[in-house]
């Protein structure tokens, strides 16, 4: 059975995102997959390539009602950029984050029965180490958008639906309700690693709100 083309999301001039992309990178193609890479949206790139996505000023989604960091939008559109790049495709594919570490071999025959499925988690909250009254977890959690499998027209109407609804939400919320509504979000989520170091840092800006 042929292998789908992953494709990795990175920022190739930011050192955290090189950082983490290489050994992600080298993760999948010792698997024997083909990797592209795709060159992230960045805060100063958005709709530079025409796609247009309705990102609410606050968001209501999640922790905290608060407004949408620049990075948290720009992901948006690096997620719509490489859907709109399997959508035009014949074969399945996996898109991944910089940050996506295969970890264990994925169940092809499995996967090609979804129109999608999750991939991977991180255990726990690492990124929430030390701040005070933020989730704390032992356990191992999915994260939608960091690695999943996804057939083209999936990924043609996931893109239709980020780029017409209103975002109020991180995008791992929109793909994780058409994991839920096409395939899974659930089944194959071990098999990809969240990496985290906080000695590395992050691209990320996810504000914390004061608490009142």
Known sequence: MRKPVVFLIRISDNPVSMWFAGRSYESWTKAGYGVQIVEAVTPATMGDDGIKI?????????????????????????????LSIIARKTSPAIVIEHDAELIKPLPEEELNKLDIASLGGIMG???????PNQPKS???????????????????????????????GNVDA???????????????????????????????????????
Request: glycine fraction near 4%.
């Open 125 to 131: 909250f690492p990124e929430f180490a030390g701040i």
């Open 174 to 212: 929109y793909i994780n309700d058409f994991m839920i509504k096409y395939g899974t979000n659930s089944k194959f989520n071990t098999h990809v690693n969240h990496m985290y170091d906080a000695t590395v840092g992050n691209t990320i800006i996810h504000p914390i709100l004061p608490d009142n």
């Open 54 to 82: 309705n990102i609410a000023p606050i968001k209501k989604m999640g922790r905290q009602r608060r407004p949408f960091s620049e990075t948290e939008k720009a992901i948006f559109y690096s997620h719509a950029k490489v």
């Open 138 to 168: 032992n356990s191992w959690r999915s994260t939608p958008a960091l690695a999943y499998f996804i057939k083209p027209p999936t990924a043609k109407l996931l893109y239709n639906h980020l780029t017409t609804i209103k975002c109020e």
